[in-house]
């Protein structure tokens, strides 16, 4: 099996490279999930049936307890808590990382680097690394979980000299690992694992809720890299490539993300906007009112326009009216209107979040536009229906300069001839931002639940 194992790998690297090639689009995601899964299959027989695992006990103990788990949170998790459990799926990478370089550590000879005490050097520097990363991806993660779960408030939570300290520690992790390398010593191991630990936490926490994509990305790179540095203490090539393919697209999503925001990483990680504001955007407002309607204002106004374009948002996924919402983008088109949605890269709360449940809804794919393919639509629009989507279609990102989201590329909804904006209230969204498009003159806010509002609209159409 030894000599069949590297070509077996080989072709499960190849199913991975196509399960992210597939992933890229939604009319091939499907395949690429197959390609995925056909790939994890493959390395995991390969590896089960290496001479060097000789006892199979704990190995199918261990994937009856996780496969048992894994099938039943995929049962019952709901859309909109795909996030954080993204999140914690990421802080068990992690956390595997620390426990598998702890493992190598304690028993060098049995991963072929060494003796105690007397572990390679260059096993040294791979496993600091990786139990480095690791720490810091399961904290981290857990932090991103809370936010995201609302166990944690969304606001940042900053101190004095917050960047000052967080840079030290990240010196003093590195000067840690030069330490254990150079004395293979178990107190800088630990070391590195208890401040890899801290950093992650104190890197989270003073991010923002507006940040949380870019986050929950970051993170998805960071699992990667912890994967491939323990990796290379396993003499495991398809970890390695595997790792290395998780940490590279998650980096490169997250540089997707940080553009779509029009803010770079580092002022994500060192900075985050995101924070709750005690007053509701109706009293920030000052003397302003918005123009309130009913569903059958909305099912009028739809009806008689030209073109309409959706934009969904985090509230859509909450009250789950994607159905709801298709059913109505029918409806108009049986009657003449050209519909469109509009997708934010920010939308929801990690990359692709309305995709999927557009998709979900068998929306068609080819009325689903990026950002970049229609802004300059909304001016010739008739009508853009807003569902549950807040700061993406925030104006003040153009025009406020004191603003946090102040440069961040928007939806141009303000644009259309009428604004049909759906939430349960006035108040600001997840970035906790006051929103001056509800006060608009060609706004009407329809305020209630998403899926009722919509429900209300199909009938009053019918």
């Given at each position: 099996?030894?000599?069949?194992?590297?070509?077996?790998?080989?072709?499960?690297?190849?199913?991975?490279?196509?399960?992210?090639?597939?992933?890229?689009?939604?009319?091939?995601?499907?395949?690429?999930?197959?390609?995925?899964?056909?790939?994890?299959?493959?390395?995991?027989?390969?590896?089960?049936?290496?001479?060097?695992?000789?006892?199979?006990?704990?190995?199918?103990?261990?994937?009856?307890?996780?496969?048992?788990?894994?099938?039943?949170?995929?049962?019952?998790?709901?859309?909109?808590?795909?996030?954080?459990?993204?999140?914690?799926?990421?802080?068990?990478?992690?956390?595997?990382?620390?426990?598998?370089?702890?493992?190598?550590?304690?028993?060098?000879?049995?991963?072929?680097?060494?003796?105690?005490?007397?572990?390679?050097?260059?096993?040294?520097?791979?496993?600091?690394?990786?139990?480095?990363?690791?720490?810091?991806?399961?904290?981290?993660?857990?932090?991103?979980?809370?936010?995201?779960?609302?166990?944690?408030?969304?606001?940042?939570?900053?101190?004095?000299?917050?960047?000052?300290?967080?840079?030290?520690l990240g010196g003093l992790l590195l000067?840690?690992?030069?330490?254990?390398?150079?004395?293979?010593?178990?107190?800088?191991?630990?070391?590195?694992?208890?401040?890899?630990?801290?950093?992650?936490?104190?890197?989270?926490?003073?991010?923002?809720?507006?940040?949380?994509?870019?986050?929950?990305?970051?993170?998805?790179?960071?699992?990667?890299?912890?994967?491939?540095?323990?990796?290379?203490?396993?003499?495991?090539?398809?970890?390695?490539?595997?790792?290395?393919?998780?940490?590279?697209?998650?980096?490169?999503?997250?540089?997707?993300?940080?553009?779509?925001?029009?803010?770079?990483?580092?002022?994500?990680?060192?900075?985050?906007?995101?924070?709750?504001?005690?007053?509701?955007?109706?009293?920030?407002?000052?003397?302003?009112?918005?123009?309130?309607?009913?569903?059958?204002?909305?099912?009028?106004?739809?009806?008689?326009?030209?073109?309409?374009?959706?934009?969904?948002?985090?509230?859509?996924?909450?009250?789950?009216?994607?159905?709801?919402?298709?059913?109505?983008?029918?409806?108009?088109?049986?009657?003449?209107?050209?519909?469109?949605?509009?997708?934010?890269?920010?939308?929801?709360?990690?990359?692709?979040?309305?995709?999927?449940?557009?998709?979900?809804?068998?929306?068609?794919?080819?009325?689903?536009?990026?950002?970049?393919?229609?802004?300059r639509d909304f001016a010739q629009t008739d009508?853009?229906?807003?569902?549950?989507?807040?700061?993406?279609?925030?104006?003040?990102?153009?025009?406020?300069?004191?603003?946090?989201?102040?440069?961040?590329?928007?939806?141009?909804?303000?644009?259309?001839?009428?604004?049909?904006?759906?939430?349960?209230?006035?108040?600001?969204?997840?970035?906790?931002?006051?929103?001056?498009?509800?006060?608009?003159?060609?706004?009407?806010?329809?305020?209630?639940?998403?899926?009722?509002?919509?429900?209300?609209?199909?009938?009053?159409?019918?």
């Open positions: 099996m030894e000599t069949f194992a590297p070509l077996a790998y080989l072709i499960a690297s190849v199913c991975f490279i196509m399960a992210l090639r597939g992933l890229s689009h939604p009319e091939s995601a499907r395949q690429g999930l197959n390609y995925g899964i056909a790939g994890m299959a493959l390395a995991v027989v390969t590896t089960l049936a290496l001479p060097a695992v000789t006892s199979y006990g704990l190995v199918v103990l261990g994937i009856i307890i996780g496969g048992t788990i894994g099938a039943v949170i995929a049962k019952k998790i709901e859309m909109t808590a795909l996030p954080q459990l993204v999140a914690a799926f990421h802080s068990l990478v992690g956390l595997a990382a620390v426990f598998v370089a702890a493992a190598a550590f304690y028993s060098p000879e049995s991963y072929g680097i060494g003796l105690p005490g007397d572990i390679k050097t260059a096993s040294l520097i791979e496993m600091s690394l990786g139990v480095a990363i690791g720490a810091v991806t399961f904290t981290g993660s857990i932090i991103a979980w809370g936010k995201l779960q609302g166990t944690i408030s969304g606001k940042p939570i900053t101190f004095p000299m917050q960047h000052q300290l967080n840079a030290g000067l840690l690992i030069v330490l254990l390398c150079a004395t293979g010593s178990g107190f800088f191991f630990w070391a590195i694992v208890l401040l890899g630990l801290a950093l992650g936490v104190l890197m989270i926490i003073p991010i923002g809720g507006a940040d949380m994509p870019v986050i929950v990305s970051m993170l998805n790179s960071y699992s990667g890299w912890a994967a491939a540095g323990i990796g290379f203490t396993l003499h495991n090539n398809l970890l390695i490539v595997t790792g290395a393919l998780v940490g590279a697209s998650g980096a490169i999503l997250s540089y997707i993300m940080c553009k779509g925001m029009n803010r770079s990483f580092f002022n994500v990680i060192l900075g985050g906007f995101g924070g709750e504001q005690a007053a509701g955007a109706a009293t920030d407002m000052g003397d302003r009112n918005a123009k309130l309607g009913a569903a059958e204002d909305a099912a009028y106004i739809m009806k008689n326009a030209s073109s309409v374009i959706i934009v969904p948002g985090y509230g859509m996924a909450v009250a789950q009216a994607q159905h709801a919402l298709r059913e109505m983008a029918d409806i108009l088109k049986e009657e003449g209107v050209d519909v469109k949605y509009a997708i934010h890269p920010v939308a929801g709360r990690m990359p692709g979040h309305m995709n999927v449940l557009l998709a979900e809804a068998n929306v068609p794919y080819d009325e689903v536009f990026e950002l970049e393919d229609i802004n009508v853009v229906y807003v569902i549950g989507a807040n700061d993406i279609t925030n104006p003040a990102a153009k025009h406020d300069s004191s603003s946090p989201i102040y440069g961040m590329p928007v939806l141009d909804v303000e644009k259309a001839g009428t604004v049909l904006f759906v939430k349960r209230s006035l108040g600001s969204g997840y970035a906790g931002i006051d929103n001056p498009l509800f006060y608009a003159d060609n706004t009407m806010m329809l305020l209630g639940d998403a899926k009722k509002m919509t429900e209300d609209i199909v009938k009053a159409m019918g």
